[in-house]
Nanobody
Framework: QVQLVESGGGLVQPGGSLRLSCAASGSIFSIYTMGWYRQAPGKQRELVAGIASTGATNIADSVLGRFTISRDNAKNTVYLQMNSLKPEDTAVYYC???????????????WGQGTQVTVSS
């Protein structure tokens, strides 16, 4: 089993910054992609940013230039630096990882419990 622990959400004013962290632990052989999704009330969950084991990133157009994703492979941790936050960024943010727990073995998809980000004055 793999556990994901998220931290860093909260209430921030428009134009402010937050940094989310997600640490993976448990029976991990290797981690492939790590990423962040978000879900606002009444909307579908959407990809915010993802990062491959190579370091290649995929950033949603809506946050491009404001959000940065990074990972620390030694700590099995992914970060989302969010700058110039807007009210429309308000959502529950979920960490997602794709891992192998054994080799050989299938890749598996795990989700964090979610952390609330609220952007409001």
């Amino acid at each position: 089993q793999v556990q994901l622990v998220e931290s860093g959400g909260g209430l921030v004013q428009p134009g402010g910054s937050l940094r989310l962290s997600c640490a993976a632990s448990g029976s991990i052989f290797s981690i492939y992609t790590m990423g962040w999704y978000r879900q606002a009330p009444g909307k579908q969950r959407e990809l915010v940013a993802g990062i491959a084991s190579t370091g290649a990133t995929n950033i949603a157009d809506s946050v491009l230039g404001r959000f940065t994703i990074s990972r620390d492979n030694a700590k099995n941790t992914v970060y989302l630096q969010m700058n110039s936050l807007k009210p429309e960024d308000t959502a529950v943010y979920y960490c997602n990882v794709v891992v192998r727990t054994t080799m050989p073995g299938p890749t598996q998809n795990y989700w964090g419990q979610g952390t609330q980000v609220t952007v409001s004055s």
